[in-house]
């Protein structure tokens, strides 16, 4: 950033200028080269040189939304990470995950995060739950001649929101395609690889309504049952304590499920599958 | 064509300081101090417009004179520190980073331009203990200095100065930091010499809670900053003191710190400044005409 400075020391007008209260805006004009999705790529497909990420459930609940992420990332038939974390907070009061190429999309996902801080600090106000998904959709549209080449990445954006239109609908779940696309989904959703397994199991368990506690048992359920048929979604792995990461946000903000709290939740499940391997 | 007047260098300089320094005494003034919870940022401004504002994990900014060049250096700060963020590490963000950058731009700004910039700002970056906190002062013409603790800027600074270094205590919790900060601000602009008592509408005020993991800026405001301003402070050990975690409060009413969420709320109300005739000329947006 030096580099920008003139000789008298004086910042570059486009740091103090009214513009934009968008991060992603001023690096276009400040350092470019920061950005994703602007880079010359060769020709040809390149899809199996990086690590891809997996699957990633939401669930809308009576109280806000639960995200969980499987643990497993995969360079063709290899498992490139075993403890991978798909799943983060995007600010307080909502959730990010995502699935395809690892790499960008976790840059995304930074990306996104400063985003909206910015946003909050520039404004002194919080981005509307619509304004954050329109502007994620935005950054996702930015990656599009990568994902025509085989780096796509596609995520999952779920939160409590603060001024909903509808006061019995807080928690909103949002999915994206490669083009940018921005759909609102009712109840629940999942993306990755694993996502048509734990879809179809979402759809039997679903109910509208669910407390957190019961919408964390039914994601970790929905991700064993894509790490059953899918071998690219990891299941939870009681040798080494790597269990899925599961987040709510909630008006008390987001919360991590500790690792106690996911161990007793992954353990019951197991165990239930024990008794019953299909659920 | 005309022949211009000799001024000298030194003459050019006098009177361009002679100028922003009006402008500056002009104002209503800020003060940011040092305690036991952290560092207390608060700004005598009775409009919506703000004074005060977080810039980064740690650090916070105050300033006094005329709002659009405060603003625009403040979106800067903002701006630089997010950009070095994101490229290193949050904590690769430093208050002496901002300071060193805002006196380069201050500083050429006063010498190249006919108008220099009729600002004062304050860069406060909250340490583990308020030995290790910093406070940069960074004047009009680029200057920059390392405050003990506490500082005064704006209006009539001298006099607020004189108030805070009596009585400024590091070790103070924070209804008695605020009690002290209203007071100091108070003790200028009465009738007759006399002393004002501000009350909650006349503040605006801010922490940098060092207890807080990631993001320690707090504005306070509307029933928390009554209660504290009451000296109620066992409501606010228990919201602002113990709070170690990530999870903001929730946005309801009975909770004395202020979140983003509800920062939202206050921010429903028109954000422009009432253009009353009759209101008093506030430093916060102008010269002072």
New interface residues.
Partial sequence: ?AKD?DP????PDY????GTSS?TQ??NH??PE?LPGRRPLPPGLSADIAPHATTIVAIATAEGVVMGGDRRATMGNLIASRDIEKVH?A???SLIGIAGTAGIGIELM??FQ?EL??Y???????LSTDGKANRLAGMVRGNLGAAMQGLAVVPLFAGYD??PADPAKVGRIFSFDVAGGLYEETGYDAIGSGSLFAKSALKKKYRAGLSTDDAVRLAVEALYDAADDDTATGGPDLTRKIFPVVMSAT?????RLTEAEITAVAEQVVAGRMENPGG | MAMQFYASPEQVQRDRSEYARKGIARGRSAVVLTYEGGILLVAENITTL?KI???YDKIGFAAVGRYNEF???R??G???A??????YDRRDVTGRFLAN?YT??L???F??TQKPYEVEICIAQVGSSPETDELYRITYDGSVMDEPGFMAMGGQAEAISNVLRERHDATAELPAALALAAQALGSVGGENGQTRKLDQKQLEVAVLDRRRKG?AFRRIQGPALIQLLEGLKDVLDKDLGGVDA??????AADKPTV???A??DA?DKPEAEPTDPAAPADGVNGDGS
């Fill in positions: 950033m400075f008298s020391g004086r910042m740091f103090t200028n009214a991060f001023f690096l400040a350092s920061l907070p600010d307080s009061y930074r990306l400063v801080e910015h909050e600090k520039i404004e002194g106000t919080m603060l001024s008006a008390n903000g987001t919360h | 703000r504002s977080e810039i603003e625009s250096l979106r800067a903002i701006r630089m997010d950009v070095n963020g994101y490229s950058a380069q731009t500083g050429a700004i010498t190249e993001r990530a999870p903001p409060p929730p946005p979140s983003a969420a920062e939202e921010a």
